[in-house]
């Protein structure tokens, strides 16, 4: 089988496999010892509670988007959730035993939205402070 697919003439290439896998062969880099950790995307919702479902595990998100679809990337390691592109809230991947489940530290990354952007969010008295600060 090999002898016949990899001397035929390939229809993209027009090359024998076999022959250009000879010449890429030098190049080629060994596997890194540990596989990347891809994790998975999945679309959810913000319940009243402030938090979204995966695994069988509760994961919390801002109060200011209850009632949203949002994305979930799960890892072997972490859950961070996602509002379009923008990060709202990580955590570690959930415990085993739910002594370790209740334990869980969830950091919320989230900025305030801008007045002017909005119409909503900051006062008009914080919101010139802001405009005035230093980035």
Same mark, same amino acid.
Request: overall charge positive; charged content about 20%.
């Given at each position: 089988?090999?002898e !016949?697919?990899g /001397?035929?003439?390939? &229809?993209? /290439?027009? !090359? #024998?496999?076999? !022959?250009?896998?000879?010449? !890429?062969?030098?190049?080629? #880099?060994?596997?890194?010892?540990?596989?990347p950790?891809? &994790?998975?995307?999945?679309?959810?919702?913000?319940?009243?509670?402030?938090h979204?479902?995966?695994?069988?595990?509760?994961?919390?998100?801002?109060?200011?988007?209850? &009632?949203?679809?949002?994305?979930?990337r799960a890892t072997?390691?972490?859950?961070?959730?996602? #509002?379009?592109?923008?990060?709202?809230?990580? /955590?570690?991947?959930?415990?085993? /035993?739910?002594?370790?489940?209740?334990s869980?530290?969830i950091?919320? =990354?989230?900025?305030?939205p801008?007045?002017r952007?909005?119409?909503?969010?900051?006062?008009?008295r =914080?919101?010139?402070?802001a405009?005035?600060?230093?980035?």
């Amino acid at each position: 089988m090999l002898e !016949e697919a990899g /001397t035929r003439i390939h &229809g993209t /290439t027009r !090359e #024998q496999p076999l !022959e250009r896998f000879l010449i !890429e062969k030098p190049l080629l #880099q060994a596997l890194p010892d540990i596989a990347p950790d891809l &994790g998975s995307w999945n679309r959810v919702k913000l319940h009243r509670d402030c938090h979204v479902k995966f695994d069988h595990s509760l994961y919390s998100a801002p109060f200011t988007l209850v &009632g949203q679809r949002l994305w979930l990337r799960a890892t072997d390691t972490t859950v961070s959730i996602f #509002q379009d592109y923008r990060l709202v809230a990580a /955590t570690c991947a959930a415990a085993s /035993t739910v002594s370790d489940a209740l334990s869980l530290i969830i950091c919320h =990354h989230m900025r305030a939205p801008s007045s002017r952007a909005t119409g909503a969010g900051v006062s008009s008295r =914080h919101s010139a402070s802001a405009r005035t600060a230093p980035r």
